[in-house]
């Protein structure tokens, strides 16, 4: 029987490496990472829907993971010097 090897995980785009970076700072700082409409404070952005949609696509490359409650934490490992 073979198994699969897993799918390399995609580089982190600029953009998605400034969030990362932030959740961090934020982070050490609050000890809970931000709310969606902080982090569309943060970068400018008009909309919540859009942090929500970076928050996803660094979950979705395995840098965030839900909790028990369906909150959002940093995964194990997951530093700003990840591809």
């Known amino acids: ?3 699969k090897a897993p799918k390399p995980t995609p580089p982190l785009t600029e953009l998605q490496r ?3 970076d932030y959740l961090h ?3 050490a700082l609050n000890d809970c ?3 969606a409409a902080n982090i569309a404070r943060e970068f400018g952005w008009s909309s ?3 942090a929500r949609m970076h928050l996803v696509a ?3 490359k395995g840098l965030l993971k ?3 409650l369906g ?3 940093l995964a194990r490992g997951a530093s700003t010097w990840t591809n």
Request: glycine share 4%; proline share 8%; no cysteine.
């Open 1 to 3: 029987m073979t198994t």
């Open 18 to 20: 400034h969030v990362l």
């Open 25 to 27: 700072v934020f982070l």
């Open 33 to 35: 990472l931000p709310p």
């Open 48 to 50: 919540a829907n859009s």
């Open 58 to 60: 660094l979950e979705k």
């Open 66 to 68: 839900r909790n028990e």
């Open 71 to 73: 909150g959002l934490m």
